[in-house]
């Protein structure tokens, strides 16, 4: 059996899809929100580590899954697109963007690619996320000319009806039309 390397590269074709319904009888998703300028997505799955000991020795170990710490950062986001991130309230009229200390992200799943090789991108779905801080930096522009990138942290959590926190598919790189939708559960 030969083995392939894979080594992906880059981060492209960020969207969101509003969660309307995560639970035991269903999961939905609204329609799709593209994303521009992702820079970085970086997970880090947290679980409690068990171990029984018994005769004299380790008798069963195992680990519990907790959800998994993100963080996405985008050089820049819209005031509309913030709401999905932070919260808050858009008034497209107005175009005014109130936060307030009450506002809470609602829940998110994403879906992106990246590049496994030259004719293959990895398609990501993540079904259920839920952004808790979002930060940024502004400075003085001085002797550079760089962006002020918006930081947003938060968890990655399971899809209730099946326990499925994400799911990955090979693509040709030309065809990333499976990142466009998300299925609804249960397919009645």
């Not at 521009?36 to 799955?45: I, P, R, W």
């Not at 409690?48 to 005769?55: F, G, L, M, Q, R």
């Not at 959590?157 to 499925?164: C, L, S």
Request: proline content about 2%.
């Amino acid at each position: 059996m030969v083995i392939k390397k894979r080594a992906l590269r880059g981060l492209a074709d960020l969207s969101i899809f509003p969660v309307t319904k995560n639970d035991i009888e269903g999961y939905v998703v609204g329609a799709k929100i593209g994303i521009s300028g992702a820079q970085e997505l970086t997970s880090q799955k947290e679980i409690d580590e068990w171990k029984i000991y018994a005769d004299d020795g380790i008798y069963d170990a195992g680990a519990d899954w907790k959800g998994s710490k993100f963080t996405l950062q985008l050089a820049g986001l819209t005031h509309e697109q913030r709401v999905y991130f932070e919260g808050g309230e858009y008034d497209a009229v107005a175009k005014e963007y109130v936060f307030k200390s009450v506002s809470e992200a609602p829940e998110i799943a994403l879906s992106f690619s990246s590049i496994a090789d030259s004719d293959t991108k990895e398609l990501t779905k993540v079904y259920s996320a839920k952004c808790l801080k979002v930060s940024f930096e502004h400075k003085t522009k001085g002797g550079n000319s760089s962006v002020v990138p918006v930081k947003i942290e938060g968890i990655f959590m399971e899809r209730k009806f099946d326990k499925a926190i994400f799911v990955k598919k090979d693509g040709a790189a030309t065809d990333i039309s499976w990142l466009d939708t998300i299925e609804a559960l249960p397919t009645a």
